[in-house]
């Protein structure tokens, strides 16, 4: 039995997308910019999937703009305001577990005399507001706070983020953004969207294909653009429409916003039945982040998808070829810091111990996933984790 634990990294395409796809590569291959009726059907399609998109997203299509990615988008959105906005300050507040595609052009900023606040987060990977507040002054031009972690699946308080934001711009007359990473937490929780300003997505983490993500800009809201060219999505991000992509991006939002309640339950289930399994047959383990029975479909403290557990007395990269060896497929992190072989910033930011860092496991679920699947994962892993504790592979 294959089972396939690693959805945060990327997903499993539906069969619709696929089939949508390869009939939009066939018969609908037009250029959305061409003028005969071939560009107006491809013109169409785009439009089509931008309005699917927003209906999942909750926001206007005309403030939905396509490109290849995640990182593009968070980049774009980080770059862009900031370049808008460098006038009227030079300070900017994110948190310490960001996504590296926002913590290295954090970094970028600060090289270039930018002051950039990093948030600390409590052993569960939430955000303080107070500290927060208290970071805002007349300097600060850009907050960027993910809306849910990658690695430990932890849901920060974007609606109280984006309130104290108004508030203060209302207070001082200013307009500070508020951008939110929000490519783990798409699909799986209704992000309150009212006071967010930028708004990143990625297709590859909802069943959809890799290389296509979309940035939410709020109308209104100044953003200097990152690619220059043909001026397609408005202007705004020249180069021609990946759009095989963009449909299946499109479908795969339709097909999420359907039963989204139901299918956020199911997962939760059976995230909670993985974690009883592995309460009930190993000791000495660790739930790292937030706090599995906590769950809000609204602002919940972690997400549906997302469990990352330490297996104290292990090696983490060990149990995860272990257990590659039984075709169940999971991570020892994020996939992106996993190249880099660094120790994870968020389990540090989180007041992990090494040992605790150096045993962690993510596992991320999706719809795909069943009852069996977990009951099958628990065997293989108590077996697992007994056999490396007795070879005692790491003490
Ligand atoms: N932000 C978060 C929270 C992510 O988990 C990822 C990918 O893992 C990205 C951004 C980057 O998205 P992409 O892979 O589409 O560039």
């Given at each position: ?7 945060s ?18 018969s ?50 980080i ?23 926002v ?10 005399g ?10 569960k ?51 500070l ?106 000791k ?8 599995e ?41 994020s ?32 719809e795909?996933?069943?009852?069996e ?23």
């Open positions: 039995m294959q089972v396939y634990l690693d959805n990294a990327t997903t499993r395409p539906y069969d619709e997308v696929i089939d949508l796809m390869a009939e939009n590569m066939r609908n291959f037009g250029n959305p910019s061409s003028l005969h009726s071939l560009g107006f059907s491809a013109e169409k399609s785009l439009k089509k999937a931008r309005m699917q998109l927003a209906g999942l997203m909750k926001v206007d299509e005309h403030d939905v703009y396509f490109n290849s990615c995640g990182s593009e988008a968070n980049n774009t959105a770059f862009g305001a900031v370049n808008a906005r460098k006038k009227e300050g030079n300070k900017i507040i994110t948190s310490k577990i960001e996504h590296p595609c913590l290295e052009p954090m970094k970028s900023l600060e090289r270039q930018y002051n950039v606040v990093y948030l600390d987060v409590d052993e990977g939430l955000i303080s507001l107070s500290q927060l507040e208290n970071e805002l002054d007349e300097n600060t031009i850009l907050i960027s706070i993910m809306a849910a972690n990658n690695e430990i699946g932890t849901v920060q308080p974007i609606a109280e983020i984006g309130r104290l934001k108004t508030e203060f711009n209302k207070k001082r007359n200013k307009r953004f508020f951008h939110t990473d929000a490519v783990q937490a798409l699909a799986k929780l209704e992000i309150p969207v009212n006071d967010v300003d930028l708004m990143t997505v990625s297709a590859h983490k909802i069943h959809a294909p890799k290389g296509v993500g979309a940035l939410y800009i709020k109308e209104g809201i100044s953003v200097q653009p990152f690619i220059l060219g043909g001026g397609q999505e408005k202007g705004f991000r020249s180069g021609t429409e990946n759009m095989p992509g963009i449909v299946g991006f499109g479908k795969a939002a339709e097909i999420a916003s359907v039963n989204m309640k139901s299918r956020v339950a199911n997962m939760l289930e059976l995230r909670s039945f993985l974690i009883e399994g592995i309460k009930s047959n190993i000495d383990i660790k739930i790292n982040g937030a706090d029975s906590n769950f809000d479909f609204v602002a919940g403290s972690c997400l549906p998808s997302i469990l990352n557990i330490s297996f104290l007395g292990t090696r983490a990269e060990v149990l995860l070829h272990t257990l590659e060896q039984s075709e169940i497929y999971v991570s020892t992190g996939a992106c810091s996993s190249h880099k072989k660094q120790k994870s910033h968020v389990l540090t930011a989180i007041g992990a111990k090494d040992k605790g860092i150096e045993s962690a496991i993510r596992f991320s679920l999706s795909f996933n069943t009852q699947q977990i009951e099958f994962v628990v065997e293989k892993l108590t077996q697992a984790v007994a056999k490396m504790r007795k070879l005692g592979s790491f003490r």
